[in-house]
C-alpha cells in the first residue's frame, strides 16, 4: 500500500457512480486511493435517479454525496477539483502523475478513468434550457414521469424512429418532427402508421418555454406553426470526456451505432494502455448509474488483482534472493518470514475530503 503523501495505489479521475463505487472497492481490498472529482455528474440536471435499486427518485448530488461517505468509511480520499494533464513515467511506484487544476501533482501505481460523456445537444434556441426537464433523451429514465403527456421527438439521426416507436409505449399522443434530416424507409412509415405515432414534415425553429424559463410549453417550426407539447424527445451525441487522457495515448475510437465516441476496454475495463483502466460512460455511452457503478466495481477488482499480481512478484524475487542467500551462508532458512510488501497495509488513513 502506498502510503506517501500525494501517492496512491490508485487515482480515479471522475466521482460519478463509476468512480465512487471502485473507490469504494478499492479502499475495501486496503488499497489508498484518491477521487479527483469536478462535481458534474451528467444527470445532473435531473431532479431524481431512476431505475437505481434502493435509491429511486434520489437527487443525483445527493446519491454522489452518500457515495463519497461510502468512500471515506474506508479511507478513500475525495479531492474536489479538475484533472488537467495526466502523464506516464518509468518510476513503478508512481507510474502515473495527475495534475489537478490547482497545480497539485497526485502520483499512482494505477489510473482509473470515470470522467463520464458530455451529451452534445441540437442547438436550437429554448432547448438546453430544460434539458434534464422536460427535454429528454431515455425513456428508461424519465418515460414513466413523462407518461400520458403529448410528447413529441426531435429528428436528429436514425435513431429519431427508434425512439417515437419506443416512447409509444409511455403516451399515445406521439409526435414526430423530421426536421429534415430524418426520412423514413417504407418500412418506418409503415411502423409509424401502426403505433398511430404523427409525423410532421417541418424544421423546429425553437423549444417554447411558459413564461420564458417556465416548463417547456411547445416547439415552434420555421414559418411559425406552433406545436403544443409537454415533453420533447431527443437524441444528444454522446462523447466521452477523454481530452486529457490523449496524452497517455488514449485516443477515443466510434461507438458502433454512430452515437458517438468512447474508450475502447476490455470486460474488466482495461485500455489499450498498461495500468490504465476506465468504466462507466467514459468507456460505454449506453451505460445507465446503476450499471456504471457495476462498471467501476468490476474495474476495481480487476486493478486490485493486478496490483496483487506485481506485489507477489517482488515477493517471489525477494524470497529467491534470500533463500540463496541462506544457502550460501548455511544458515536455516526462516519460512515464516512475511515480505514486507505483505505486511504494511495500514488502516490508520482516515479517509479525508480536500477541497
Ligand atoms: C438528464 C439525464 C438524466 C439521467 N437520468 C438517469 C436516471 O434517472 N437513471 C439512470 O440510471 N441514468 C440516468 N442518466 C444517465 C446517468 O447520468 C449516467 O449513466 C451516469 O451519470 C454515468 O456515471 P459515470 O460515473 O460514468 O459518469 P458521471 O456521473 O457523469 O460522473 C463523471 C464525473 O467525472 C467528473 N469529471 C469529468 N472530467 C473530470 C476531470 N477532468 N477531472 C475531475 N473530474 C472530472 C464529472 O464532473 C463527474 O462528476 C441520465 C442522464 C442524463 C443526461
Redesign the pocket.
Known amino acids: 500500500m502506498t502510503s506517501e503523501l500525494n501517492s496512491y495505489d490508485v487515482v480515479v479521475?471522475?466521482?460519478?457512480?463509476?468512480?465512487?463505487?471502485a473507490a469504494l472497492m478499492l479502499g475495501r481490498t486496503r488499497r489508498s486511493v484518491a477521487v479527483?472529482?469536478?462535481?458534474?455528474?451528467?444527470?445532473?440536471?435531473?431532479d431524481?435517479?431512476?431505475?437505481?435499486l434502493t435509491r429511486e427518485g434520489m437527487n443525483?448530488l445527493d446519491l454522489?454525496t452518500a457515495g463519497r461517505a461510502d468512500v471515506q468509511l474506508y479511507g478513500g480520499v475525495i479531492i474536489s477539483?479538475?484533472?488537467?494533464g495526466v502523464a506516464s513515467t518509468d518510476d513503478p511506484h508512481n507510474r502515473f502523475h495527475t495534475t489537478?487544476d490547482d497545480g497539485t501533482v497526485l502520483r499512482s501505481r494505477r489510473l482509473l478513468l470515470?470522467?463520464?460523456?458530455t451529451?452534445v445537444l441540437p442547438d436550437i434556441p429554448g432547448l438546453r434550457e430544460r434539458?434534464?426537464q422536460e427535454v429528454?433523451?431515455?425513456p428508461?429514465?424519465?418515460g414513466w414521469e413523462v407518461r400520458d403527456q403529448h410528447i413529441g421527438i426531435l429528428g436528429t439521426s436514425a435513431m429519431s424512429v427508434h425512439q417515437a416507436l419506443l416512447f409509444r409505449q409511455w403516451s399515445s399522443s406521439i409526435t414526430l418532427f423530421l426536421n429534415a434530416t430524418v426520412e423514413p424507409t417504407e418500412e418506418e412509415w409503415e411502423q409509424l402508421a401502426a403505433r398511430g405515432v404523427t409525423v410532421v414534415d417541418g424544421s423546429v425553429a425553437r423549444v417554447l418555454n411558459q413564461n420564458d424559463g417556465g416548463t417547456l410549453s411547445g416547439v415552434e417550426l420555421t414559418g411559425g406553426r406552433v406545436v403544443p407539447l409537454e415533453a420533447l424527445v431527443v437524441a444528444?451525441r454522446f462523447v466521452a470526456?477523454t481530452?486529457?487522457f490523449e496524452s497517455l495515448g488514449l485516443a477515443p475510437v466510434q461507438h458502433p451505432m454512430g452515437v458517438g465516441e468512447h474508450i475502447a476496454v476490455d470486460e474488466m475495463g482495461a485500455t489499450g494502455v498498461d495500468g490504465v483502466w476506465a468504466?462507466?460512460?467514459?468507456a460505454n455511452l449506453m451505460?445507465?448509474?446503476?450499471?456504471?457503478?457495476a462498471?467501476?466495481s468490476m474495474a476495481a477488482m480487476a486493478i486490485n488483482n493486478d496490483l496483487m499480481a506485481e506485489e507477489l512478484q517482488q515477493d517471489l524475487a525477494a524470497h529467491r534472493a534470500g533463500s540463496a542467500a541462506v544457502a550460501s551462508s548455511g544458515a536455516d532458512p526462516s519460512p515464516g518470514t512475511i515480505p514486507s510488501s505483505v505486511a504494511t497495509a495500514s488502516d490508520s488513513r482516515m479517509g479525508a475530503e480536500v477541497s
Open positions: 479521475i471522475g466521482g460519478g457512480a463509476a468512480g465512487l463505487s479527483v472529482d469536478a462535481g458534474h455528474p451528467r444527470n445532473s440536471p435531473a431524481g435517479v431512476h431505475g437505481f443525483p454522489v477539483g479538475t484533472a488537467v489537478l470515470t470522467t463520464g460523456l451529451d434539458w434534464g429528454l433523451h431515455c428508461f429514465c424519465h444528444p470526456n481530452g486529457i468504466a462507466g460512460n467514459v451505460l445507465q448509474v446503476l450499471p456504471s457503478a462498471s467501476g
